[in-house]
Every structure is written in structure tokens, then in C-alpha cells.
């Protein structure tokens, strides 16, 4: 995937020392972000796999298009996010770094689109499972609201970013919010595999 290109050249530049020294804090939390980001489209895409089970009649195929629509715009976003990375790396290279922490907020919020994507996905294999009850939904669909309101407020907090150490404070926690959308999809995985034995 591109996504893994743009994790490996931004390890590259670390590695070189080409990245100006005052960015490479910044730089290296951003890269952690990507690898991130980049566990969390396979994973996606993984559960987009495992949910093909579900399928049973006409309502649920046309369910089944429309998710695996929005895994492929979820895989596209991630081609735009890995772009900007690149760029990222490119301004951090540059002498002329003034622009790190904007486009830092920029990278974030990127990431936030991501994890919203894969937030609706994990709603809508739900709703394709045709289960609305029951203490594991709630349980589900509360942390679906958590994730929403933590991009909420990272994405509030990216406009307010003015020094580096903000930036990679807010990269890193970004980090984080993917990392638990990540852990979302892979139980929602699980969760389908096992309705799946069942509908079979």
C-alpha cells in the first residue's frame, strides 16, 4: 500500500539525518502516526473480508455494496493522507521549516477522517449483523461515540497549534485515537467471524 511507502520514507529521512534536528521529534511522531494509520486501513479492510459472511439475502447484499464502497473511500483517503506525509517529510527536510506545525495539525486531521471512516464502517457491519441489542452492542456502539468525540476534540485542538512541542504532543495523541479504532475494528472482526459460523 502507499501508506507503507510513506511509513518508510519518512523512517528513511530519520535515519539519514537529512531531517532538521529541531523537527525530528516531531517528524518521528508523525511517522508513528502513518504505521498507525496504516495497521488501521488493513484492519478495516480485514473486517470488510470477514463481514462478506453475513451476506444472506437481497437486503444484506446491497448492505455488503454499500460498505465495501466505503472501505475503497476509506483506502483512497488513506493514498491522500500518505501524500501528505510525504510532504511533510519533504517541507521537514527543507531549511526552511516554518510550516511543520501547520501542516502537523493538517496531518491530523487527516488522520481523524480516517478513523471516522473506520468508525461508520464498524456501524455499519453492525447494522448488516442485524444486532441492535444486548450488553456487547451497547458496549460497541459507546465506544463508536468515544471515538467520535475524541476526533471532535482533536480536531478543535489542531486549530489552535502554534509550537512544535503542541504539535507533537497533538501527533501523538492522534496516535492514540488511531490505535484504539484500530483495537474497535479488530474485535468487531471477531465479532462477525463468530456470527458468521452461526448464519452458516
Do not use: W
Amino acid at each position: 500500500m502507499e501508506i507503507d511507502d510513506a511509513v518508510r520514507e519518512s523512517t528513511a529521512a530519520l535515519d539519514s539525518g537529512k531531517v532538521r534536528a529541531s523537527a525530528s521529534g516531531l517528524v518521528r511522531h508523525a511517522s508513528g502516526l502513518v504505521r498507525d494509520a496504516s495497521g488501521l486501513v488493513r484492519d478495516a479492510s480485514g473486517l470488510v473480508r470477514d463481514a462478506s459472511g453475513l451476506v444472506r439475502n437481497d437486503e444484506t447484499t446491497e448492505l455488503y455494496k454499500d460498505i465495501t464502497k466505503k472501505v475503497r473511500d476509506l483506502c483512497r483517503a488513506s493514498v491522500q493522507f500518505s501524500r501528505y506525509m510525504r510532504h511533510f517529510v519533504e517541507i521537514a527536510r527543507s531549511t526552511d521549516a516554518s510550516g511543520l506545525v501547520r501542516d502537523a495539525s493538517g496531518l491530523v486531521r487527516e488522520a481523524s477522517g480516517l478513523v471516522r471512516e473506520a468508525s461508520g464502517l464498524v456501524r455499519d457491519i453492525l447494522e448488516l449483523m442485524d444486532k441492535s441489542e444486548g450488553e456487547e452492542m451497547k458496549d460497541f456502539k459507546d465506544k463508536i461515540n468515544d471515538i467520535a468525540g475524541t476526533v471532535q476534540e482533536l480536531e478543535k485542538r489542531s486549530t489552535f497549534v502554534e509550537d512544535p512541542e503542541e504539535a507533537s504532543n497533538l501527533v501523538r495523541d492522534a496516535s492514540g485515537l488511531v490505535r484504539d479504532a484500530s483495537g474497535l475494528v479488530r474485535n468487531a472482526s471477531g465479532l462477525v467471524r463468530n456470527a458468521s459460523g452461526l448464519v452458516r
